[in-house]
């Protein structure tokens, strides 16, 4: 190929393990050649050093409201019941600028580890009234150059028995939100909640996403309600849910009975390995259960499953820094796999199968956005077992972020 129109070459670079070393020219934002040694100039050129290029991490379940609270928050149970009494405790007094502080510092980590896609629950109740999802609006504006935010108008604390609820996110869904996101396990009438989210899904025409059934106990579950709206509402597709963290506990012929009837609905899943980890089992005091859905088996079942963040140091997650391939080796360490079709698998589940769950075309091809991150390692598989690091990338054919190649020094 000939051509001196090209913005950006990004030369030498691994897309595909089976093939060579690849150049990827850009123009206009776009991926305009994809081979080995294109025989082209542009305006700038790069050296990808052999680094592993891919279309960048894709984060589908983020708090970026609530992170960061440790200082205003007691943690001594370790339990669900007290992370969501101290953070709605802390969110009352929650201001604009406080949240957008603290969410900047969570996104700014994010982009650093190579996410360039993002979708963020806001909590809108009569508590964190709308500060919190003016200051994530703004967020998604002043970092729309590195990363694109989805914003998910959620009811954190039951919808039932706060009508006050409903017409916040009515709000939210009219000034902005993306779509709609419930919590049925702490409403009073979980039922009557799962309905209403989709109502007033149905009314905007946006998506749902629920944060489901968290607990050990497979007989306590909202799942089927979730199920049967969907189908009922034909929204197929439209639908997916997090945490469910009591299908762990389900024997192989259920879970497997579970993952056709997701994948026929249309639901997608994710699990959130941090937060799943440090909450569940808490009355343990041996064999302490891991309470991770196994979302490697419903993904072979055909079920869209990913793996994401949630929260980043408050009293759900005392600790975290956005980095989602840190967070997917965690959950291939606790499903203990090791199979490298297994490891793609996870790797899928923070990249492409992430980016379907959230509707978006992803991967580098001909004619795809130039969204391009340099991540040291040679393929999907390397970047899962030793948690590779993102080097560089682009949005749209700008550069965003550099962290540079570690350098060992030797003295003489």
Not at 246 to 259: E, K, Q, R, V
Not at 285 to 310: F, M, Y
Not at 338 to 362: C, N, Q, W, Y
Not at 368 to 385: C, Y
Request: hydrophobic fraction near 40%; include cysteine; charge should be negative.
């Amino acid at each position: 190929m000939e051509d001196h129109n090209f913005d950006l070459i990004i030369r030498n670079v691994v897309v595909d393990p089976k093939w060579g070393p690849t150049d990827i020219a850009i123009r206009e934002g776009r991926i305009a050649g994809l081979s080995p040694s294109l025989r082209c100039e542009a305006i700038e050129e790069v050296d990808g050093e052999g680094l592993f290029a891919i279309a960048g991490f894709v984060d589908t379940h983020i708090h970026l409201d609530k992170a960061c609270i440790l200082d205003r928050c007691s943690i001594c149970e370790g339990t669900l019941t007290e992370a969501v009494r101290e953070t709605s405790r802390a969110k009352a007094a929650f201001e604009e600028a406080d949240v957008y502080r603290r969410a900047a510092s969570v996104v700014e980590k994010a982009i650093i580890h190579g996410t360039n896609r993002m979708r963020t629950f806001v909590e809108v109740d009569p508590r964190a009234g709308l500060r919190s999802f003016e200051a994530i609006k703004r967020i998604r504006a002043d970092y729309a150059f590195a990363l694109d935010i989805e914003i998910c108008a959620f009811a954190q604390e039951g919808l039932t028995g706060e009508p006050e609820t409903a017409d916040l996110l009515r709000h939210a869904l009219e000034n902005g939100a993306d779509l709609i996101g419930g919590c049925p396990y702490t409403d009073r009438d979980p039922r009557a909640h799962v309905s209403q989210i989709f109502d007033l899904a149905e009314a905007f025409g946006v998506a749902v996403d629920f944060h489901l059934d968290f607990d050990l106990d497979p007989d306590h579950t909202n799942l089927p309600a979730v199920i049967e709206e969907t189908l009922a509402r034909n929204y197929q597709g439209r639908v997916s849910i997090g945490h469910v963290t009591n299908l762990s506990a389900l024997s192989p012929t259920d879970l497997a009975d579970i993952a056709k009837k997701l994948s026929a609905a249309g639901i997608a899943l994710t699990v959130l390995p941090a937060t799943d980890l440090f909450l569940n089992g808490r009355g343990h005091d041996r064999l302490v259960p891991r309470g991770v859905a196994p979302a490697h088996l419903l993904a072979e079942r055909g079920v869209t499953a990913s793996i994401a963040t949630n929260n980043v140091l408050n009293p759900f997650t005392p600790y975290g820094d956005a980095c989602l391939p840190r967070m997917a080796n965690l959950y291939a360490n606790v499903a203990q796999l090791s199979k490298p079709s297994d490891i793609d698998r996870v790797f899928d589940m923070v990249t492409g199968s992430a980016a379907k769950l959230m509707g978006l075309e992803h991967g580098l091809e001909v004619g795809a956005p130039a969204d391009i991150v340099l991540v040291d390692a040679g393929s999907g598989e390397q970047v899962i077992r030793e948690i590779g690091r993102a080097v560089r990338g682009w949005k749209h054919g700008i550069k965003t972020f550099e962290n540079g190649r570690p350098q060992l020094i030797r003295k003489g």
